[in-house]
Every structure is written in structure tokens, then in C-alpha cells.
């Protein structure tokens, strides 16, 4: 089981089952969650290091979210 330090806290307990039979971080798609005021990418409000929640998700591969900043 691996844990980072970028993962909100209920996913950090989804993925060990998922991980225990066998799932990729490219099989598993997360729909993460962050303020946001215009919903079109134009305030940054939502922003997650250069990305955009609103704009390039908010659903996201495992892959993706591991290289999301720490600050996440």
C-alpha cells in the first residue's frame, strides 16, 4: 500500500482494495473537488498547481492526481 502526501483522505482509503486486485492508476478515475467561482478556468480560483479543476477535470486518472502538487 503506498500513501503520498497529495491524496485527499478518502481516496488514500479507496485505493489499497482497488490496488489489492490488481487496478492500475490508470484504471481508476477520481472526481475531485476544489472551489470554484466561474466554472470556466477564467479565475483560477480552482487552480491544484497549473491545473485547473473546473477546466481539465474535475475528473481525473489516479496517474494524473499523483502529480498533482503537495499542496492538493
Same mark, same amino acid.
Given at each position: 500500500? #503506498?500513501?503520498?502526501? &497529495? %491524496?485527499?483522505?478518502?481516496?488514500?482509503? #479507496?485505493? *489499497? *482494495? @482497488?490496488? /489489492?486486485? $490488481?487496478?492500475? =492508476? =490508470?484504471?481508476?478515475? @477520481?472526481? @475531485?473537488?476544489?472551489?470554484? /467561482? +466561474?466554472?470556466? $478556468? !477564467? +479565475? +483560477?480560483?480552482?487552480? &491544484? $498547481? *497549473?491545473? !485547473?479543476? +473546473? /477546466?481539465? $477535470?474535475?475528473?481525473? %486518472?489516479?496517474?494524473? &492526481?499523483?502529480? !498533482? *502538487? &503537495?499542496?492538493?
Amino acid at each position: 500500500m #503506498t500513501h503520498d502526501p &497529495v %491524496t485527499p483522505i478518502m481516496i488514500k482509503f #479507496t485505493m *489499497p *482494495p @482497488l490496488e /489489492k486486485i $490488481g487496478w492500475t =492508476d =490508470d484504471q481508476v478515475y @477520481l472526481s @475531485l473537488e476544489n472551489r470554484m /467561482k +466561474c466554472d470556466e $478556468g !477564467l +479565475c +483560477c480560483h480552482c487552480n &491544484v $498547481g *497549473p491545473t !485547473l479543476v +473546473c /477546466k481539465d $477535470g474535475p475528473v481525473f %486518472t489516479r496517474s494524473q &492526481v499523483r502529480q !498533482l *502538487p &503537495v499542496e492538493y
